[in-house]
C-alpha cells in the first residue's frame, strides 16, 4: 500500500494536485500580505481574501480528487467550503468595527477622544473661537 490508490484517474490527480498547489500559493500571498502590510486595516484584508480564495480551490481540488476515487460526486467539502465562506468575512467585519470602536473611544477618561502615537504629527489646530473664515456662520464677526 503505497498510500496512491491506483483507481484515480491521471486527470484528476493532476488537475486536483494544480488546485490544491494553486490554492497554496493563495494563502501564501495571503500569509504575505499580513507580514509586509503596515496597519491593521490593511493587514485585515489580505489574509482573509488568501484564505478564501485559497480554500475554495483547495476545497475543489480535494471534491476533484474524491470525485475520481470513488467513482461518484463527492460534495462532502462543499458543505465546508460554504462555512468558510460565510465565516471568513463575518469575522473580518467584526475584527474592523472592534478596531474602528477602539481607535473612535475616549482614551483619557476625561471624555475627550486622545489621538493616536503619530496621527497627528504636522497638524495645526486652530481653537474655534479664533476661526478667521468669514464664511463660516461660527467665525467671529468683526464689524
Known amino acids: 500500500m503505497s498510500g496512491f490508490p491506483a483507481n484515480v484517474p491521471a486527470w484528476a490527480a493532476l488537475l486536483a494536485a494544480g488546485l490544491v498547489l494553486f490554492g ?6 495571503g500569509a504575505l500580505g499580513l507580514v ?6 490593511e493587514r485585515v484584508h489580505a489574509p482573509t ?3 478564501t480564495l485559497g480554500m475554495f480551490a483547495v476545497l475543489c481540488g480535494s471534491v476533484v480528487y474524491f470525485t475520481g476515487a470513488e467513482g461518484r460526486f463527492m460534495p462532502i467539502e462543499l458543505l465546508a467550503a460554504v462555512f468558510f465562506t460565510a465565516t471568513t ?14 481607535d473612535r473611544t475616549d482614551r483619557s477618561g476625561e471624555g475627550v477622544r486622545v ?11 486652530t481653537p474655534p473661537d479664533v476661526v478667521t473664515d468669514p464664511r463660516r456662520s461660527d467665525a467671529p464677526q468683526g464689524r
Not at 497554496?24 to 500571498?29: D, E, K, R, V
Not at 509586509?36 to 486595516?41: A, D, E, G, H, N
Not at 489621538?115 to 489646530?125: A, I, K, N
Open 24 to 29: 497554496a500559493g493563495l494563502t501564501f500571498i
Open 36 to 41: 509586509r502590510l503596515q496597519t491593521f486595516y
Open 49 to 51: 481574501l488568501g484564505a
Open 89 to 102: 468575512p463575518v469575522t473580518l467585519i467584526i475584527l474592523a468595527r472592534a478596531a474602528l470602536f477602539r
Open 115 to 125: 489621538p493616536l502615537e503619530g496621527e497627528c504629527e504636522g497638524v495645526v489646530r
